[in-house]
């Protein structure tokens, strides 16, 4: 792995650089546990107090900062520190697992597949009748595609990836491991004569381009059309989104939160990790629902919701505030 100068690092984010080290820069660490030759980033001001206590020679920082390098060390100030260091990421991110042959002798490919220029097949992964693949698709082992998918190009679905049939991926997207696409939606109705009567779900899911979704995490088949995540919708690790649900687009769903059936997300929406929003919900472009919150009905655009019957923040804040003096007067 290649080291850099403090100048080529500031070249790539179009940064500015006061103080200055002499060390080359040799890998990105995280401040606390960062090293002489690490490179480091302040993105908020409540960590300005660890740089002092840091042995990062260069840490990227949002222009505002309001503390100094010290001696022997250097900032690279830039207007979006989180951003910019996405790129420092970029040129120290290893080098993804190697394929020996470009489709595994070991893959099953069914002869109506087509399979695009370019693209990667796994040892044991499965394609079934009539999927079509993009090029430059990767497709580690184990993954299963069945009867009449669709992968748009430079798709990576990571080991252990279930499509289920007819369902549709567009193009830079990323599948981690375990997610499956197109499960059965969780329809059942009572019946004097079985208990509960499985309702078959002959719908799909259809992903839009540079779509992520976390490792184990679900999205169920509409029960008769499509359950849709909209372009550039980036889902966390274990989420389960339900039947029918439609997503705009840039919605961001953190850990273990889920969407019942038929719940609809305008653009920009940010579910909170452990959050849960009732079937047939509709919240508004640019909602924010907070970690842990149960949203029981629709919500308007650019809302903010907190606590377990979700309510706007202000008055959740407020709810806290009284329950608080309440316990503190016992």
Same mark, same amino acid.
């Given at each position: 792995m290649r080291s850099y100068s403090i100048k080529e690092v500031s070249d790539l984010v179009g940064g500015e650089i &006061? #103080?200055?080290?002499a060390d080359?820069?040799?890998?990105?660490?995280? %401040?606390?546990? *960062?090293?002489?030759? =690490?490179?480091?980033?302040?993105? =908020? *001001?409540?960590?300005?107090?660890?740089?002092?206590?840091?042995?990062?020679?260069? *840490? %990227?920082?949002?222009? =505002?900062?309001? %503390?100094?390098p010290g001696e022997g060390r250097a900032f690279i100030k830039v207007k979006n520190a989180d951003l910019a260091m996405s790129k420092v990421l970029e040129l120290f991110n290893p080098a993804p697992p190697r394929f020996d042959d470009a489709i595994h002798p070991s893959a099953v490919i069914h002869p109506t597949a087509t399979i695009g220029e370019g693209t990667k097949i796994g040892a044991n992964?499965?394609? #079934?009748?009539?999927?079509?693949?993009?090029?430059?698709?990767? $497709?580690?082992? =184990? &993954?299963?595609?069945?009867?009449?998918?669709?992968? #748009?190009?430079?798709?990576?679905?990571?080991?252990?990836?279930v499509m289920r049939?007819?369902?549709?991926?567009? *193009?830079?997207? $990323?599948?981690?491991?375990?997610?499956? %696409? #197109?499960?059965?939606?969780?329809?059942?109705?009572?019946?004097?004569?079985?208990?509960l009567a499985k309702i078959p779900q002959i719908g799909n899911v259809v992903l839009g381009n540079a779509v992520e979704i976390g490792a184990n995490s679900c999205v169920d088949r509409g029960k008769f059309s499509s359950t849709i995540l909209g372009d550039g919708c980036k889902i966390d690790n274990l989420v389960q989104i339900g039947h029918n649900s439609v997503l705009g687009k840039f919605c961001i769903m953190a850990g273990n939160s889920g969407l019942a059936g038929s719940v609809t997300l305008g653009d920009g929406v940010i579910i909170g990790g452990s959050a849960s929003i009732k079937d047939h919900s509709t919240l508004g472009s640019g909602v924010i629902i907070g970690a842990g919150s149960g949203v029981t009905g629709d919500v308007p655009a650019g809302k903010t919701m907190l606590g377990y019957p979700a309510v706007e923040a202000r008055t959740a804040l407020k709810q806290w505030a009284v329950l608080k003096r309440l316990a503190e007067n016992k």
């Open positions: &006061v #103080g200055s080290s080359a820069i040799s890998w990105p660490q995280q %401040i606390e546990m *960062a090293e002489p030759g =690490n490179i480091t980033f302040i993105g =908020n *001001a409540k960590y300005e107090k660890l740089w002092a206590a840091s042995k990062a020679s260069v *840490a %990227i920082v949002n222009d =505002n900062i309001s %503390i100094e992964a499965y394609i #079934g009748p009539n999927v079509q693949i993009a090029e430059n698709v990767t $497709i580690y082992p =184990n &993954v299963t595609v069945l009867d009449d998918c669709t992968i #748009g190009k430079n798709t990576i679905l990571w080991p252990g990836v049939e007819r369902c549709h991926v567009g *193009a830079h997207c $990323i599948l981690h491991p375990n997610a499956a %696409i #197109g499960s059965d939606g969780f329809g059942f109705t009572p019946c004097a004569e079985r208990g």
